[in-house]
């Protein structure tokens, strides 16, 4: 299985329910929206850490208000044993400060840790709501010196995603990727979200498919194990990002056969406990 890391929203009690339902051995990856502010991520970030998870919070530069402010970051990360960011431009429409996209963030925190700090960057198997395709290329390329992997939007078709990881190869892009998959979620709650964020087209991939759009989308809750499985041993993943939703109840670690779909979620937290 993939080594795999654990996306969580750093809402209300999130720690406590962390810390009831997940293996302390789990790498845990915070957002940071632009509701919540980079000072929840950096609060859930180092609560979590302080418990044992490896953690990787999202710094997006628009919400970052100054570089005396990244300097404070970047220090509470070497404080608590951080050794890894995710890098982006971030959802909000005005910037609080000097950082208007991911670059000029990764090249201060590049030269504040003296190039210590691993950071991954994102990657669009399906493009951006409000960028064009040839300037996402251009933007990764310009990055990709200062960053270690680039993580995948959340997808919903395994050869949108191998098709994306080659052709950032044939590009010049050279960083390992990892797929953005999301984890079981109401189905509802997932059109939802995937009509947001923009990636409708992997969901009217699954309505062509037929009996895969009814397997993966069919009753109350998506599964992502079909997907797993067009992924599995290619060689163009290093791993899998999984966007739980905060929904920890379906990433409990219980005993289960790994090829049972219900043991799927199980599963997938035991890789994440395994990727360190």
């Known amino acids: 299985m993939f080594p795999i890391r654990i996306e969580i929203i750093p809402s209300a009690g999130i ?5 009831a339902q997940v293996p302390r051995a789990t790498t845990l990856t915070i957002t940071c929206l632009p509701q919540h502010g980079i000072e929840r991520t950096m609060r859930s970030s180092l609560e979590l850490s302080a418990l044992g998870y490896t953690v990787i919070p999202h710094l997006a530069a628009r919400s970052i208000n100054d570089r005396a402010a990244l300097t404070c970051i970047m220090r509470e990360c070497d404080m608590s044993g951080i050794n890894e960011v995710f890098v982006i431009g971030g959802d909000r429409k005005q910037a609080a400060g000097p ?7 990764l090249e201060d925190i ?3 840790t003296g190039g210590l700090m691993r950071a991954g960057v994102a990657g669009y198997p399906e493009s951006h709501l409000s960028v064009a395709p040839l300037h996402l290329v251009d933007a990764l390329l310009a990055k990709q010196h200062l960053a270690t992997h680039v993580v995948t939007q959340m997808c919903f078709s395994a050869p949108k995603i191998l098709d994306y990881a080659a052709f950032l190869r044939r590009e010049g892009v050279d960083l390992p990727v990892w797929a953005g998959v ?3 979620v109401p189905r509802a709650k997932l059109i939802s979200l995937a009509t ?3 990636v409708g087209s992997s969901l009217k991939f699954l309505s062509r498919k037929g009996p895969l759009a009814r397997k993966l989308l069919s009753g109350d809750r998506y599964s992502p194990q079909t997907l797993l499985a067009g ?9 899998v990002h999984l966007y739980s939703f905060n929904n920890l109840d379906a990433v409990r670690n219980e005993a289960a056969p790994v090829s049972s779909p219900a043991a799927l979620q199980p599963a997938l937290i035991r890789g994440a406990a395994r990727e360190h």
């Open 15 to 19: 720690v406590e329910q962390v810390q």
């Open 99 to 105: 950082y208007e996209s991911a670059l000029p963030l």
């Open 110 to 112: 590049a030269q504040y």
């Open 182 to 184: 999301a984890g079981a």
């Open 196 to 198: 947001q964020i923009g």
């Open 231 to 239: 992924l599995e041993s290619e060689p163009g993943i290093a791993g």
